[in-house]
Nanobody, 127 residues
Framework: QVRLVESGGGLVQAGGSLRLACTAS?????????????MGWFRQAPGKEREFVGV????????LYADPVKGRFTISRDNARNTLYLQMNSLKPEDTGVYYC???????????????WGQGTQVTVSS
């Protein structure tokens, strides 16, 4: 199984920046490890459904972002360190929520297509 652990969450003021990290270990049933898995970020605000934030593929590093975060958030990965990152700039109060990293064997934007999930890290943006 793939194990994912998020870190880097916290309390920031509107307009500030934060960088989240997700460290992976283990492998899927089919034998894939971090370096050959597509990795996504999702978030969930209180009382709302889990929402897609962005995804990065394993092959060429192409990325796709949800409209609310385009131009403000950047996803990257460091395969040598088995780590996924989410750089968040110009944060807004509506960005508040629990942020999760997830692994998939495909380039997906919906949470039910992801196989492994971290426990999440809280991000709170004050006004």
């Amino acid at each position: 199984q793939v194990r994912l652990v998020e870190s880097g969450g916290g309390l920031v003021q509107a307009g500030g920046s934060l960088r989240l990290a997700c460290t992976a270990s283990g492998r899927t049933v089919s034998g894939r490890t971090f370096s050959t898995l597509d990795m996504g970020w999702f978030r969930q605000a209180p009382g709302k459904e889990r929402e897609f934030v962005g995804v990065i593929d394993w092959n060429v590093g192409r990325t796709l972002y949800a409209d609310p975060v385009k131009g403000r958030f950047t996803i990257s990965r460091d395969n040598a360190r088995n780590t996924l990152y989410l750089q968040m700039n110009s944060l807004k109060p509506e960005d508040t929520g629990v942020y999760y990293c997830a692994a998939a064997q495909g380039y997906y934007t919906v949470p039910h297509m992801y196989d492994s999930w971290g426990q999440g890290t809280q991000v709170t943006v004050s006004s």
